[in-house]
């Protein structure tokens, strides 16, 4: 087992944090702060519209698409791009200068196995170019959703067309001005087997029928100029070529797209578990208390070395996620996966939430990142499956496997 990164991936690293370092550190308060009070949050500032344009000039661009996607993409395997994704979770916004964000990610990842020809040419290109933005429909208020099999968004086939009805929330990417499309997950038949009734299908915003009442905030936060919307669908048609793969496929596209979703997460939040770390590391410096810098109390010590530990146990079980989904597929890995979503989140929040306390008052204020990394990294303890449906999987397997093994 290597512990070093190879070549390709250390020259891109130091490629993005210098681009990190020069571009995007220096704007990260005046643009959170931007959002505040705006007559247009949803729009997407100019200065990100010329950083993208600067990172694709880099080949900073589309990271995340394996190699099986070529020419779409950068070619790299999940262990190569967790480090990489990593760097960019240290300003959770900075993703998409890369067209590397959620949900475009997942989506582009969708459309670029699954999609048909034209899907792809109306879609995935404009998509990979970083022209529009896309959000994804699947979370119901009225369900638990943490089971994709309860979604009751109606997909009704009539003649040459798709009827669509039913209420989403939290469609993340849904607020934003440049989105465009969305993948949307419904019931085509009710009455088929319990994992063939749900269909992906791509409804542009644009279309009849849809509206967007309101955007939801997580944990007190809008996510500007993202978002993630409250949705009705009232009658929304739709072309019969807009369905993804065929009808009762949309549960193992969801699990297709969702395995390297939940790793991204897991990547990004180590990177702001790190980041918290390291300014929890600064800050104990620059502070007294009772007679001596805070760097110097033995509580502060202890718990500095124990965010290191977790920082640094998350980290490695993400990368052996990471090098068993380009070994064996995301299905082999899927124990590894599930390991990573209870982890990295949960170890997210505890070391972020200790910088926080090192910081006092100023770590619950605007002006550092790490409320809203906290409130990031509560809402992915959710997101993507809930921690309890990962470890019920991972349990169930665990167990499995042992009785298999006598």
Known sequence: ???????????????????????????????????????????????????????????????????????????????????????????????????????????????????????????????????????????????????????????????????????????????????????????????APRHKQQSQILVPMDTPGVTVRRPMAAMGYLDEPVGHAEILFDNVTVPAENIILGEGRGFEIAQGRLGPGRIHHCMRLIGCAQRALDMACQRVNQREAFGKPLAKQQSVRESVAQMHCDVEQARLLTLKAADQMDRHGNKVAKDLIAAIKIVAPAMACKVIDEAIQMHGALGTSQDTPLAGMYAYARTIRLADGPDQVHMMQLGKSLIEKQQEAK
């Open 1 to 191: 087992m290597h512990f070093e990164y190879n070549d390709k991936t250390t020259t891109l690293a130091k490629k993005l944090s210098a681009f990190m370092e020069k571009h995007v550190y220096p704007i990260e308060q005046s643009y959170t702060q931007s959002f505040l009070n705006s007559p247009t949050p949803w729009k997407t500032p100019a200065i990100i519209d010329e950083l993208k344009e600067e990172a694709r000039a880099q080949g900073l661009w589309n990271l995340f698409l394996p190699e099986e996607y070529l020419p779409y993409g950068a070619g790299l395997s999940n262990l190569e791009y967790a480090p990489l994704c990593e760097i960019m979770g240290r300003v959770p916004f900075s993703s998409e200068i890369f067209n590397c964000s959620a949900p475009d990610t997942g989506n582009m990842e969708v459309l670029a196995k699954y999609g048909s020809d034209t899907q792809k040419a109306t879609w995935l290109e404009p998509l990979l170019e970083g022209r529009i933005r896309s959000g994804f429909a699947m979370t119901e208020p009225d369900v638990a959703s943490s089971d994709a099999t309860n979604i009751e968004t109606s997909i009704e086939k009539k003649q040459d067309s798709y009827v669509i009805n039913g209420h989403k929330w939290y469609t993340s990417g849904a607020m934003n001005e440049d989105c465009k499309i969305m993948i949307v997950m419904g019931k085509t038949d009710p009455t």
